[in-house]
């Protein structure tokens, strides 16, 4: 079983639909967006939700007005500004600056603090055209996705192995931070989406670093190649460098958005164009 990771370095270069048209061509696979904080895989494949989930990100304290004293205590110690004064001259908490230590909760004289759990954070087992999917929904402001990303890929894995899957494919967050992180530990391969702007070469440059730290094999794509081919030539230059092999160069093509908008991959939606028979050569090229 080999298990794929589709990254960018950012958004917008694509890289979910490259993934779908990915989707339509691989057999016996299961799938995971890894993109917990803006998932968008479930919107194309439109799977059937077999088990849901809650995942606790991180507590929130609340104080419990007929309770506190007014004493003081958590406002003094509360490093992240977290508590305030109203008008009243009550205490409250903002959730959006708590991080959920929990000193004011220990500190507090009468035991009013408590730390409420959020709920608002689901994470999805589904069955689709294209295979199983699992995904997760996260609550605005919440934490800890990268942990989410991580129970994500334990449960493809579980159902990879045990239905006895050829690939796992993982579509990854944006950017380098845990969710990233937590996307690429122990893979076999990544498949780089790249867009030739200058924001897509600089950004792909530093995940490309991150990747170089997990001592990988990692391939690369640039999408909308010809809408500044000038970087391109860059990106292609920078590629060679690195030893990171090009297997794909796809145009700029409005059949990607015209397949979305009839919540279809590329591949299905236009197995003809350009784009499908590029996505082809890419998938024979990655699968080896």
Same mark, same amino acid.
């Given at each position: ?5 589709? =990254? ?13 048209? =990915? ?5 016996? &696979? %299961? ?5 917990? $904080? ?15 989930? &809650? ?14 004293? @007014? ?7 509360? /490093? ?5 004064? !109203? ?14 230590? @929990? ?10 603090? &408590? ?13 689709? /055209?294209?295979?199983? =999917? ?13 942990? =989410? %990303?991580? &129970?994500? /890929? ?38 780089? %989406? ?11 440059? @530093?995940?490309? $670093?991150?990747?170089? !730290? ?19 030539? $860059?990106?292609? /230059? ?27 991959? %590329? ?22």
């Amino acid at each position: 079983m080999t298990e794929i990771t589709i =990254l960018s370095g950012k958004g917008g270069t694509g890289k979910t639909s490259i993934t779908v048209a =990915l989707a339509s061509l691989v057999q016996n &696979t %299961v799938f995971s967006d890894c993109d917990v $904080e803006a998932a968008d895989m479930f919107l194309i494949f439109e799977p059937e939700i077999n088990e849901e989930f &809650t995942f606790e990100s991180g507590a929130k304290a609340i104080i419990d007005q007929d309770k506190c004293n @007014r004493c003081g205590k958590c406002y003094d110690v509360c /490093r992240f500004d977290a508590i305030f004064y !109203k008008e009243d001259g009550g205490l409250e908490i903002n959730p959006l600056h708590c991080e959920g230590c @929990r000193l004011c909760e220990r500190i507090c004289p009468v035991s009013a603090i &408590t730390m409420l759990h959020p709920e608002n954070n689901k994470w999805f087992i589904t069955e689709s /055209r294209f295979g199983p =999917l699992i995904f997760a929904r996260m609550g605005p402001g919440e934490e800890n996705s990268g942990k =989410l %990303v991580t &129970t994500i /890929r334990k449960k493809a894995k579980e159902i990879a192995e045990a239905s006895g899957a050829d690939f796992i494919i993982n579509d990854g967050p944006p950017g380098i931070g845990c969710p990233v992180i937590s996307s690429l530990t122990g893979v076999d391969k990544v498949l780089l %989406v790249i867009e030739p702007t200058k924001p897509g070469l600089h950004d792909i440059l @530093r995940l490309i $670093e991150l990747i170089d !730290k997990f001592k990988m094999s990692a391939f690369a794509i640039i999408n909308k190649y010809d809408i500044n081919k000038t970087i391109c030539i $860059e990106v292609e /230059r920078k590629l060679k460098e690195l030893n990171i092999p090009l297997i794909g160069k796809i145009p700029f093509d409005k059949m990607f958005t015209e397949a979305m908008v009839n919540r279809k991959s %590329v591949v299905e939606y236009a197995p003809d164009s350009v784009a499908s028979k590029i996505i082809h050569e890419v998938w024979d090229k990655l699968k080896q």
